[in-house]
């Protein structure tokens, strides 16, 4: 636990900057959960044959991984805060449609004939009779979407939206337990706290508290959930608009979720605040190829760095080709015909894809080659990054190169499949080139020996109008053309991955080290 303290004080105002942008987004989130959700929930029990249809489909949107429903929300409303929170939204109005249905429905038929019965209308029943009597179920309901948001917020750090996700996902893609610590343990505290508090007005404000201590209390108690709901959601309209208004005054890096792209997204920042006055935000830590490319293309960002055979075969669908300048060719020209986007100079290394296991694997086997590995492959467990098995220039490709048929496949993210392979859970993976891991687990890269892979050329790629809005931006990221070796950057990637050292630290002293900060 020594470590762990060591790890929260001395990254203490980040994690209290992340707190905050989780618990405004979970808040906002569940509001206008709330919001929406009563109301249906009301409208499906005075008119019964809509709650079968609307139940439903809440049913089948909470069937629907978290993860899908992002990806599919992202090309539609982008990434960030906005894409984050209509997920949020849409989870959580199961239990408060539901509750909100069940408790207005069950309430006894013979308390409902008596408000009939003394004159009240049927709205007058409703405020009067069947809402401070459903209250404790709606409350529940509310309950239980407050704490599922606060675990799902977890997941806005996919689309650069922020939160304690962050530190979970930059801890996974390190093996960084104190950094998922840091992010996990706030978030578990959060969600209790919100139920406490959620609690806490339920008591306050039910029915039958409000026969011990009188409507007046139960008015106060009104006027402050009224009145944090009006500040949160002004609050949020506020930050829209301002986010909007500023949107076209500065210039938005992202990168992937991996060490490596953490490190090349803070060189880019970096590289710009010190040679340009632009202003720079940074929206690091997106999804994989897929989320950054559409995030660029829709203008969430500006620029990121991506790989010139991702570009070929996973953005283009185009066949691998092992030409690195062919490649180049084919990429520029084709982003920028398809997409209007530019690539600027290559910054110099190749991280390429490549096959690991471990040292007594490859010695058991006598493997030195994917050729080798394809003899036994039928004995041994796969475990690659998620994305690996779905990439013509992955396992797609890899299967049909060399006759790979593994004893099975077990995708996992990031640094956990190093972590995997290493508590002997499968028996290879796929691995970058650059891979600060690959020396910190002792691992045996096998040869590509049909040289499968493409070239993976790290390359910034910018939209054509935001050069013509910066044409200084050119010049100050070609700075960094033909900077990094396949060597340094396993090296600047083994600082963060097995040093535990911060992507945006390593990054400013490589930057200090070469002369490219004035």
Not at 266 to 282: F, G, S, Y
Request: include cysteine; hydrophobic fraction near 45%; charged fraction near 20%.
């Amino acid at each position: 636990m020594g470590e762990f303290w060591n790890y929260v004080s001395s990254n203490y105002e980040q994690l209290i900057n992340l707190l905050g942008q989780h618990i405004y987004l979970s808040v906002i989130s569940v509001l206008i959960a709330i919001i929406i959700g009563i109301p249906l929930g009301i409208l499906i029990s005075r008119e019964p044959r809509l709650s079968k249809p609307v139940i439903g489909t809440t049913n089948v949107i909470q069937a629907v991984p978290s993860l899908a429903l992002l990806g599919f929300l992202i090309p539609f409303i982008g990434i960030g805060s906005t894409p984050a929170i209509v997920m949020v939204v849409l989870y959580s109005l199961l239990p408060i449609v539901k509750n909100t249905y069940t408790g207005l429905t069950n309430i006894d038929s013979d308390i409902l004939e008596a408000a009939k019965g003394i004159g009240l209308t049927k709205s007058q029943t409703m405020k009067k009779v069947q809402l401070p009597l459903a209250f404790p179920m709606i409350m529940a309901g509310i309950r239980i979407s407050a704490v599922t948001a606060v675990g799902l917020m977890t997941i806005a750090a996919f689309v650069g939206a922020g939160g304690l996700g962050y530190l979970v996902f930059s801890g996974v893609q390190t093996v960084d337990n104190n950094m998922i610590l840091a992010g996990a343990i706030p978030a578990c505290i959060l969600a209790l706290l919100i139920d406490f508090v959620v609690g806490k007005l339920e008591a306050s404000y039910s029915y039958t508290n409000k026969k011990n201590t009188g409507a007046k209390s139960g008015k106060k108690v009104k006027r402050l959930v009224i009145a944090t709901a009006s500040v949160m959601l002004v609050a949020a309209g506020a930050f829209t608009i301002y986010t909007k208004a500023n949107a076209a005054d500065k210039i938005v890096i992202g990168s992937k979720n991996f060490s490596e792209q953490l490190i090349l997204g803070n060189m880019l920042a970096d590289i710009i605040e010190n040679k340009t006055d632009i202003q720079v935000e940074r929206k690091l830590n997106l999804g994989g190829s897929q989320v950054a490319f559409s995030a660029l293309n829709t203008g969430d960002i500006d620029v990121y760095v991506e790989y010139t055979g991702t570009g070929l075969v996973n953005i283009l669908n185009q066949s691998p080709q092992s030409n690195p300048d062919k490649v180049y060719d084919i990429v520029q020209k084709e982003f920028n015909k398809q997409y209007g986007i530019k690539l600027l100079k290559p910054m110099g290394f190749n991280n390429t894809y490549a096959l690991a296991v471990r040292q007594d694997t490859a010695e058991q086997y006598q493997l030195n080659t994917i050729s080798d590995l394809a003899k036994v492959s039928p004995e041994l467990i796969m475990g690659p990054t998620i994305e690996f098995p779905n990439r013509e220039d992955g396992l797609i490709g890899l299967e049909k190169t060399y006759n790979l048929k593994f004893k099975s496949v077990q995708a996992v993210d990031g640094g956990l499949r190093y972590t995997a392979l290493d508590n002997h859970k499968s028996d290879v993976i796929d691995a970058f080139s650059t891979d600060g891991l690959l020396e910190e687990f002792g691992l045996k890269v096998l040869e590509d020996d049909k040289n499968f892979f493409p070239p993976y050329y790290a390359v910034p790629i910018v939209k054509e109008e935001t050069l013509k809005e910066h044409p200084e931006l050119e010049k100050a990221l070609n700075s960094l053309a033909g900077k990094l070796t396949d060597e340094k950057m396993r090296k600047l990637n083994y600082k963060v991955d097995s040093l535990k050292e911060s992507p945006a630290k390593v990054a400013k002293e490589f930057l200090q080290e070469e002369g490219l900060l004035d």
